[in-house]
């Protein structure tokens, strides 16, 4: 069984909103880490184990879709949920046309955020744990 369950970095360049999730879902039974910046999660963030992240969509730098596309060409397949404080349904298709989990707004109750999040995290363990579901890799 995995022991990630309930990891989730949040990456959000709003210190006071960072941390208002943070404890949130730590109320929740998550456990948290936060990043104030894409390029602070791909430096430091990447390299460690989460069962989802949280993402801001316009982060200062680099933004939240442009970390998750660096991110899958890692080779990291974490479950992205982005978060926006506006709505935008272009930036959603694009969230979802690279593989986003979620695409929710900051005004969201804290229980679907919630609910997103572990719902993205069941998938990634329910994937991991079936070998069969995972895209075969060439060798060449």
Excluded: W, Y
């Excluded at 999040?117 to 991991?128: H, I, K, P, S, V």
């Amino acid at each position: 069984m995995s022991t990630l369950t309930n990891k989730v970095a949040i990456i959000d360049d709003d210190f006071s909103i960072c941390r208002a999730l943070a404890r949130l879902l730590r109320a929740m039974g998550f456990e948290t880490e936060t990043f104030h910046s894409g390029e602070s999660f791909l430096s430091e963030g990447a390299k460690r184990d989460f069962s989802c992240l949280l993402v801001d969509v316009q982060l200062g730098g680099i933004s939240g879709l442009e970390m998750h596309r660096r991110l899958l060409a890692m080779g990291n397949r974490t479950p992205v949920v982005f978060i926006t404080a506006h709505d935008d349904p272009a930036l959603q298709v694009q969230a979802e046309q690279n593989g986003c989990a979620g695409f929710l707004r900051k005004c969201d109750p804290g229980t679907r955020i919630a609910d997103a999040l572990r719902n993205a995290g069941t998938c990634a363990r329910d994937f991991e744990q079936a070998p069969s579901l995972r895209p075969a890799v060439n060798a060449a």
